[in-house]
């Protein structure tokens, strides 16, 4: 039950944080700036990492969750449980930024700015990269370590600057669908549930035939 409730509360810290700055940037004109919200991102999942990594592994997002059973470091009776705590979280965080400001009307929600197609496609790399990352500097399928939080929070921080623009840089779908269904923003929401889960599973393929001497990574 530990795991369960880390899960849920560093969920909780990153949508409340990132979403959050998303919303408080458009409420007081800008100040935050698209830097701020990426840095943003980045920074809570560091601080999310440092803090529950040795207690539920730091998961916080579905399609990792997904991804370290695909490569055999988490047992299979966990991944519902994992993903449940994630989605209360999230869902949790949006709620109460809807409380917050009621007259919001996305809540942070990932929608495309162009083509639906590029947002997969552009979706789909990013968490592979993502993934790559997180797998390499991982132990089992815990996210732990002085080097763990510093890489993961960086890589989320630079895909959420150059892409964030065109996609939202979700690559989450617990951070994607949770603000969606709070501010009822559910065009394309598909594409961030799909997308994430494909490329953290194209990242663990790269990573058994890049490492065949040992299990997965």
């Not at 390499?136 to 929070?153: D, F, P």
């Amino acid at each position: 039950m530990k795991k369960y409730i880390s899960e849920l509360i560093g969920t909780y810290g990153l949508v409340f944080c990132g979403t959050g700055a998303i919303v408080i940037n458009d409420v007081s004109g800008g100040s935050i700036t698209h830097p701020g919200i990426a840095i943003t991102f980045g920074l809570i999942v560091m601080a999310m990492i440092y803090t529950f990594g040795e207690i539920s592994g730091a998961h916080m997002n579905p399609a990792v969750t997904i991804a370290f059973w695909f490569a055999k470091r988490f047992s299979g009776k966990q991944v519902l449980p994992y993903i449940i705590a994630q989605l209360v979280g999230a869902l949790a965080a949006s709620f109460t930024l809807k409380m917050l400001f009621p007259s919001h009307i996305t809540l942070g929600a990932t929608l495309p700015s162009g083509d639906i197609w590029q947002t997969f496609v552009i979706e789909i790399i990013l968490t592979f990269f993502l993934m790559l990352v997180i797998m390499h500097v991982s132990t089992g399928s815990k996210e732990i370590g002085n080097l763990a939080g510093m890489a993961i929070g960086a890589t989320v921080l630079l895909e959420a600057m150059f892409a964030g623009p065109i996609t939202g840089a979700s690559m989450n779908p617990a951070r994607s669908l949770a603000p969606a269904l709070a501010s009822g923003q559910l065009q394309h929401f598909w594409v961030y549930i799909l997308a994430p889960v494909i490329g953290a599973s194209l990242a663990i393929l790269l990573c058994r035939f890049l490492n065949t001497d040992k299990e997965c990574c």
